[in-house]
C-alpha cells in the first residue's frame, strides 16, 4: 500500500466486503440443474476525491454516503422538494475522480493487491 500513498496520499474511501456467487464465466459442472457454487468473498472499493480537493459550498450533499446505500442524505426540507436529477448528478460528479485518474488508480489497487 506504500506506492498507492507514495502516489496519492491517503483517499477517502467505502469497502464493502460481501459473500455470493464466483464471477466466472459458466462450465457444464456449473450449468447442471443440481449444481451449488461455493461462495467467495466480493470486495468492492469505491475511491472517492479528497475532500480539500473540492469545494464543499458547492456539494448539496455529502456524496460519500451515497456509494454503499443509493440514498441522498439532505438534512434541509426546503432542498428535499426542490433538488432535481441534474443537481444530484452534478454533486456526484464532483466527488468523483476524473476517469483518467481512476483508471490508474485501480491499476495501482489490482497490483497492490496481487503482488
Not at 27 to 51: G, I, N
Not at 76 to 96: C, G, H, M, V
Request: net charge negative; glycine share 4%; proline share 6%.
Amino acid at each position: 500500500s506504500s506506492g498507492i500513498n507514495a502516489e496519492y496520499g491517503d483517499i477517502p474511501h467505502n469497502l464493502m466486503m460481501t459473500y455470493g456467487d464466483p464471477c466466472s464465466h459458466s462450465t457444464e459442472k456449473e450449468e447442471r440443474a443440481d449444481y451449488t457454487p461455493a461462495p467467495v468473498v466480493r470486495v468492492c472499493l469505491w475511491p472517492v476525491r479528497p475532500s480539500d480537493t473540492l469545494s464543499l459550498e458547492e456539494l448539496l450533499f455529502r456524496p460519500a454516503v451515497c456509494e454503499l446505500s443509493g440514498n441522498i442524505l439532505l438534512h434541509d426540507n426546503d432542498l428535499f422538494q426542490s433538488i432535481t436529477e441534474e443537481q444530484i448528478i452534478s454533486t456526484l460528479q464532483r466527488s468523483a475522480f476524473e476517469d483518467e485518474s481512476f483508471q490508474r488508480l485501480t491499476r495501482t489497487i489490482k497490483t497492490t493487491l496481487t503482488g
